[in-house]
């Protein structure tokens, strides 16, 4: 620690370093969400930018990350949201039969999953964040998050293995 | 609590859901659209470095002497930007410091470093060093009263690779001080001149090599007057190796001095 005081308040340096440290992993999770690349990648500038605006509104009863991850899923979402309601199915999840291929029905069971199992295993798995982190990425308990990640996982695997039977 | 353990079978579909994408972003895109103005956004941009570190340097041992020449000189220096200047604006007062942020001077630069400092009601300074938004730090007169200080305040990624970009900062009050050397981690010899108010910063690019490499880092500094004569040594501790297993690290972030 530096000698003498230091005013609390969220270092721009703090967010630009999550910023570079996890940015991929940020994007394929806002992937996820939004089921597009670009939008992807527009999620979490925006959210970045997000959260540089209001960085001292963070009030530190959570983790910086935490907050961050919110942000980043939150816009995700409202992005996914926009585009659900105006863009087409991509053609690469269709067979050239114009039938559903695997891939694509392994990916239509993901999305049909609940929106919260669906983020959870989402942050569980392409972002590693520990269950503590998702509960207060999510706003949920820990043992929720536990819970919501077990069922979600229950019902992938028992889906996918039958969509593959 | 037991966490989960994905299946093969739904790994390999999480996998082909969302495929690990390439990039590293651009900071600069979220800092624009935040508007980030330009001046705060030079801080945190210039050479794509995020730098860090509030200060907090000495004040005189004679007071009477060194409060005289420091104001002089700080007044003389130009004046901080004006996000400098808002943030030793926005100190809490309770907590004990109080920042005169219309007194906010440029002291010393280096490269892609700059070193604010002001003074404050507690009759010490307050510093920050450029790129930060944390508001900087002001310095207690236990430690003020060195004739030299020094600190290794910042360690950040430079850019691609293994660099690294060290920030050293310090102070002399000796007003004849021109010049300081010192040695980097690396071994490397680092000469920087001394700024306004005997202030100097050091913005170091090297290797990843750890700062406590050899068990700390405590090179010897020494300063140079303008006829390249040495006016002044002190071996000063800018890092340690502390702890011990798993929780050993190298402790680093503090000013200290040889005599005070």
Known sequence: ?165 | MTEIEFSPSVARALDGYAPAPEGAGDWQDALRRAGVSRAREWRWSRARLALAAAVVIALAAAPAYAIGRTVVDWLAAEPAPPEIVSDFGKYTPQLGFNPEPGKAVLVAEDDYVRLFATTNKQGTYCFIVSTRADGGTCVRPTVAAASVVAGYVSDVAAGKGDMRLRVVVGRIKNPEARGVSFAAPDGKTITRRIGAGGFFVAGLRTATVSACEDGGWAPPFTFYNADGHVVAERTITLAFRSGTGTSRGCVAGFLSSADG
């Open chain 1, 1 to 165: 620690m530096l000698p003498g005081h230091r005013v609390v308040r969220t270092s721009l340096r703090e967010v630009e370093r999550l910023y570079r440290q996890d940015y991929r992993r940020f994007v394929q999770v806002a992937a996820a969400i939004t089921r597009d690349p670009e939008a992807a990648a527009e999620a979490v500038q925006e959210a970045f930018a997000r959260a540089i605006r209001h960085r001292r509104e963070f009030r530190g009863d959570a983790p910086l990350e935490a907050w961050i991850w919110r942000v980043v899923v939150n816009e995700a979402k409202r992005l996914a949201a926009a585009r659900t309601a105006t863009a087409e199915v991509p053609a690469a999840e269709y067979a050239t039969d114009g039938l559903p291929s695997e891939n694509a029905a392994v990916r239509a069971l993901i999305a049909a999953l609940p929106e919260r199992q669906r983020l959870a295993i989402f942050l569980r798995y392409y972002a590693d964040l520990d269950y503590r982190t998702i509960g207060e990425v999510l706003e949920i308990e820990m043992g929720t998050v536990s819970a919501t990640l077990a069922a979600a996982h229950r019902s992938l695997r028992e889906a996918i293995e039958g969509v593959k039977a």
